[in-house]
């Protein structure tokens, strides 16, 4: 009884990580290329790279809390396998973007201390 229970609560949950994951990505792509189009437009330079990656950031977590989720419904060493590998492929791909972010120049995250931009 209560298997079945989280089994369609799972099965209602994980799709809604997944199409907020997947939400998240093209409200971002959208965004970041106005932003492109509209540096273009007025020469004036924007922050269009960082604003992506950090898109991109948020919505593999939500992919990351999909996977999670579906660890609870695995039945053999297969599909064991297979999520292992998707969620290591997913923290690779978080980690690179977060990496990337580390080494783009963000305005808002520098701070002024005594004159001194660190």
């Known amino acids: ?39 273009l437009v007025t020469h004036r330079g924007g922050d269009v790279k960082f604003e992506l990656a950090n898109g991109l950031a948020v919505s593999l977590e939500f992919k990351m809390a999909a996977e999670i989720l579906k660890t609870v419904q695995i039945r053999n060493l297969d599909e064991l396998t297979v999520l292992g590998a998707v969620i290591i492929l997913r923290a690779l791909l978080s980690f690179l973007i977060h990496f990337e ?3 783009i120049d963000h305005p808002q995250s520098t701070k002024i201390n005594g004159g001194i931009t660190q």
């Not at 089994?7 to 971002?28: D, K, N, R, T």
């Not at 965004?31 to 189009?37: D, H």
Request: aromatic fraction near 10%.
């Open 1 to 39: 009884m209560l298997e079945t229970f989280v089994g369609q609560i799972l099965a209602v949950l994980i799709p809604i990580c997944e199409l907020m994951g997947i939400f998240v990505v093209a409200v971002s792509a959208l965004a970041a290329f106005g932003r492109y189009v509209r540096g």
């Open 101 to 103: 972010m580390k080494q």
